[in-house]
């Protein structure tokens, strides 16, 4: 009993992982397209690309770090892994990209806690 708790611990903890990287990334992503690149083409500043763009690279960078853990853990399969890398190049994928992490969740029949 207590192996199964301590598994579904470490799912939870994987997931939760997953769905905090992938809205960091999300956000960095909207900051660089809908912020940095217009402060670059209307006022000429390119460093707010620079920095911002050096920002989403770091965190898609762990993001993939993380999808690769949790393919590992929680076998993600090869379609929702390739659907969830195309979503963290779309803007405001991230909000999708959580609703098929936790369909996934339910469908696996994991004990999925959200966080409060």
Do not use: C, T
Not at 3 to 12: A, G, H, L
Not at 70 to 88: A, P, T
Not at 105 to 115: C, D, G, S, Y
């Amino acid at each position: 009993m207590e192996q199964i708790e301590n598994k579904e611990i470490v799912y939870n903890y994987h997931i939760h992982k997953l769905i905090r990287v992938s809205v960091l990334e999300g956000i960095s992503l909207i900051i660089l397209f809908f912020v940095a690149m217009p402060i670059k083409y209307f006022l000429g500043e390119p460093i707010a690309v620079k920095i911002a763009g050096s920002i989403h690279g770091i965190l898609w960078l762990i993001f993939l770090y993380v999808l690769y853990q949790n393919r590992n853990i929680n076998q993600f399969d090869n379609s929702l892994s390739l659907k969830l890398i195309v979503l963290s190049v779309v803007p405001f994928g991230f909000i999708y990209m959580e609703k098929l992490i936790r369909e996934f969740v339910q469908v696996q029949n994991l004990n999925f806690q959200p966080k409060k």
